[in-house]
């Protein structure tokens, strides 16, 4: 009897340390193929809620991908609301960089031009990140953008 509860307890203790999620995005580091929703651009005491883009398919959003770069560079792109952009994420513990980023030029509605204005300025100066509770937050000096794990999108 003493050994069924110790298999008992030790398949449950095992069990407990396994992810249900299987996939990077439960870290609390920044990976490759992971993607992000940003749901909330909060700069200089400015607090934007972005929506999907005008057709309501799309909200901004940050994919990362493996780099040739090495280990701590990540290839990046994303939508800006109706721009695209692209670029490399450079980690080191807890600080993050975005260099070489250029992007699209589609002429935008007012509404999704301010968001991409602020989103795409703040990417230039982001120096930190955090991911806790499936949350993604990059900080710099001017403000926080806050991303959820995007839901991939349906047929």
Known sequence: MPTRFALF???MLWLASCSIYGDAQTSDRLAPDTSWELILLDVEGT??????????QRMPDMHFAPSDAGAQTLAVHGFLGCNLFSGTARIDGESV??????????????YPAQVEGRYSEALQHIDAYS??????????DR????FRPAVPASN
């Open 47 to 56: 607090r934007i809620v972005p929506e999907r883009d005008r057709l309501g």
């Open 131 to 140: 991911i806790v509770d499936e949350t993604l937050t990059l900080r710099y």
């Open 9 to 11: 307890i030790g398949c």
């Open 143 to 146: 403000g926080v953008l806050t």
């Open 97 to 110: 960089q975005f260099t070489e980023l250029t992007q699209t030029e589609i002429a935008c509605q007012p």
